[in-house]
T-cell receptor, first 116, second 114 residues
Framework: GAVVSQHPSRVICKSGTSVKIECRSL??????MFWYRQFPKQSLMLMAT?????????EQGVEKDKFLINHASLTLSTLTVTSAHPEDSSFYIC????????????FGSGTRLTVV | AQSVTQPDIHITVSEGASLELRCNYS??????LFWYVQSPGQGLQLLLK??????LVQGIKGFEAEFKRSQSSFNLRKPSVHWSDAAEYFC????????????FGTGTKLQVIP
């Protein structure tokens, strides 16, 4: 079945540093990947759509210079949180379009980012 | 713009009892509809999806959902709940074209008591 691997699962970083989160489709090619952010006890909010070989499309209100997305291959998309601040602490989840059933997306297991 | 409403923030049911989680959507045409489950600190697992055809959709773990166009609803049901079903459930709507973005509801937290 379709598997999306997200790494790391947890990361703690100091304020002002950058953190990179990887999202890999292990057994299928994903031309499109999505990055979501989930605040505690809230729903998932789409941050950006990542397309292989082109610039990401960001949702309104998401700072593209702060959340850098790179989708350099058909199996890997990365989200880099630059100059992280405590308010960036959140649960970040990626999904990849493709795999089992095509539309319906396979989700990664998420990354818990804590900025101290 | 598409939107999803899950009116119940928190639901408690007894183990073995039946379950229905409500979901209403807003979309200009017939959207693609999904139910996902999330255990604490985990990612999302797809329970079932509706694209077209039979309006009663069977999913994994004994769940089913019924698409009712007239009510713009896609409620999730299970005849007998197990303790392991305790989790957060998200209804989602996807746009059939374009980037096929998916919009999530606010979620319903299910608690199962013995």
């Amino acid at each position: 079945g379709a598997v999306v691997s997200q790494h790391p699962s947890r990361v703690i970083c100091k304020s002002g540093t950058s953190v990179k989160i990887e999202c890999r489709s292990l057994d299928f090619q994903a031309t499109t990947m999505f990055w979501y952010r989930q605040f505690p006890k809230q729903s998932l909010m789409l941050m950006a759509t990542s397309n292989e070989g082109s610039k990401a499309t960001y949702e309104q209100g998401v700072e593209k210079d702060k959340f850098l997305i790179n989708h350099a291959s058909l199996t890997l998309s990365t989200l880099t949180v630059t100059s992280a601040h405590p308010e960036d602490s959140s649960f970040y989840i990626c999904s990849a379009r493709g795999g089992t059933g095509g539309y319906g997306y396979t989700f990664g297991s998420g990354t818990r980012l804590t900025v101290v | 713009a598409q939107s999803v409403t899950q009116p119940d923030i928190h639901i408690t049911v007894s183990e073995g009892a039946s379950l229905e989680l409500r979901c209403n959507y807003s979309y200009g045409a017939t959207p693609y509809l999904f139910w996902y489950v999330q255990s604490p600190g985990q990612g999302l697992q797809l329970l079932l999806k509706y694209f077209s055809g039979d309006t009663l959709v069977q999913g994994i773990k004994g769940f089913e959902a019924e698409f009712k166009r007239s009510q713009s609803s896609f409620n999730l049901r299970k005849p007998s709940v197990h303790w392991s079903d305790a989790a957060e459930y998200f209804c989602a709507v996807g746009e059939p074209g374009g980037y096929q973005k998916v919009t999530f509801g606010t979620g319903t937290k299910l608690q199962v008591i013995p």
